[in-house]
């Protein structure tokens, strides 16, 4: 199985901070990549896939960089609304398994 | 709109039985692979395993964790989901969302989820 590995597991950060997440796959999953974000008693959404590409209807201050092993979940300028539970999942090869997540807080 | 609407959770003993449905809509169903993700009380998200459309011939994935227990089915016609979870142990316990698949990819829209308490 591919094993996603994200950190830092958590975050502190002020409102208008930039901050980045990263992911990283135990091995080679190309661009097979989506992030999602999960606020508390809700279901998650989905914010990134093909590592880079936004979703329809999603903010421009999320940005998603990285192939290979390796990406990165950009959040620019913070505002109360980003602060919540982001996730990373593969889809290159079954079982499709997911990152063990970034809490986002507020500092 | 696209909505998921997931149902049939609840509390079951060890051993035993449950049936989960997704009634989807606004959305051309029949073209869409599907997910059921789970996410247990305080931990992360676990891919539970998909369905293939028909033109894939409905064909199945499964985690390893749940395979030979639990069965994903879709009627069309009733534009459903299923999730046959049999011989259910307490670490089954968990939220779980059905998921509209983007591509052969990753999800792209999740229902809002039903619980499933495994205990005795």
């Known amino acids: 199985d591919i094993q996603m590995t994200q950190s830092p597991s958590s975050l502190s950060a002020s409102v208008g901070d930039r901050v980045t997440i990263t992911c990283r796959a135990s091995?080679?999953?190309?661009?097979?990549l989506a992030w999602f974000q999960q606020k508390p008693g809700k279901a998650p959404e989905s914010l990134i896939f093909?590592?880079?590409t936004l979703r329809s209807g999603v903010s421009p201050k999320f940005s998603g960089g990285g192939s290979g092993t390796d990406f990165t979940l950009t959040i620019a300028s913070l505002q109360p609304e980003d602060f919540a539970t982001y996730y990373c999942?593969?889809?290159?090869?079954?079982?499709?398994?997911f990152g063990g997540g970034t809490r986002l807080e507020i500092k | 709109e696209v909505q998921l609407l997931e149902a049939g959770g609840g509390l079951v003993q060890p051993g035993g039985s449950l049936r989960l449905s997704c009634a989807a809509s606004?959305?051309?169903?029949?073209?869409?692979?599907m997910d059921w993700v789970r996410q247990a009380p305080g931990k992360g998200l676990e891919w539970v395993g998909r369905?293939?459309?028909?033109?894939?011939?409905?064909?199945?994935e499964y985690a390893a964790s749940v395979k030979n227990r639990f069965t994903i089915s879709r009627d069309e016609s009733k534009k459903s989901l299923f999730l046959q979870m049999d011989n259910l142990q307490t670490e089954d316990t968990a939220v779980y969302y059905c998921?509209?698949?983007?591509?052969?990819?990753?999800?792209?829209?999740w229902g809002q989820g039903t619980l499933v308490t495994v205990s005795s």
């Open positions: 998921v509209r698949v983007l591509g052969g990819g990753p999800g792209d829209y």
């Open positions: 606004g959305f051309t169903f029949s073209v869409h692979y």
């Open positions: 369905i293939r459309h028909r033109a894939s011939s409905f064909t199945t």
């Open positions: 091995q080679d999953i190309g661009t097979h």
């Open positions: 093909t590592a880079s």
């Open positions: 999942q593969q889809y290159f090869d079954y079982p499709i398994t």
